[in-house]
């Protein structure tokens, strides 16, 4: 939306900026992501606090696989998980990714008014090396018969 560009946009140039909508029925699915020119500008944005249309929106930042993969390996225990089938539970999320490790924490998000789920959700694991071996091996997963995209958080 406008106002999503228009509100990143005061921190720096944006090259990329996207919403990611439900492809049946075209709404937003309450994330997205913005891409700025300047990586520099990210501390500042992680920062502050963001309120979009009246909503309180939480930012975290994104780290490309090329950029995980280096020799230090991803300081996280925590993924983000996206485009999940809205028949996918919680029990299959933790099964499925109890396979790289330890799972400690797993949740797929819901909408508070409807109780449906939003199509996303988080692992936490207990090591850091299940991070390395999910990410080891690319960002699509087969979860309830779909490829899924992942991405990392630090």
Do not use: C
């Amino acid at each position: 939306s406008k106002s999503f560009s228009k509100h990143f946009g005061k921190y720096g140039a944006i090259t990329d900026s996207v919403i990611m909508k439900d492809k049946h029925t075209k709404m937003p699915r309450g994330f997205g992501f913005v891409t700025f020119s300047d990586p520099s500008v990210i501390d500042k944005v992680l920062e502050d606090e963001h309120n979009i249309d009246g909503r309180t929106v939480e930012v975290k930042r994104t780290v490309p696989r090329e950029e995980m993969s280096s020799k230090d390996g991803p300081k996280t225990r925590k993924i983000f998980v996206g485009g999940l089938p809205s028949t996918l539970t919680e029990d299959d999320l933790r099964d499925h990714f109890s396979s790289y490790g330890n799972v400690v924490e797993h949740q797929i998000m819901v909408d508070h008014s409807t109780g449906r789920s939003r199509g996303f959700g988080f692992v936490t694991f207990e090591s850091e090396d299940s991070v390395e071996r999910v990410i080891s091996e690319g960002r699509m997963r087969d979860l309830g018969g779909k490829q899924r995209f992942l991405w990392y958080f630090l």
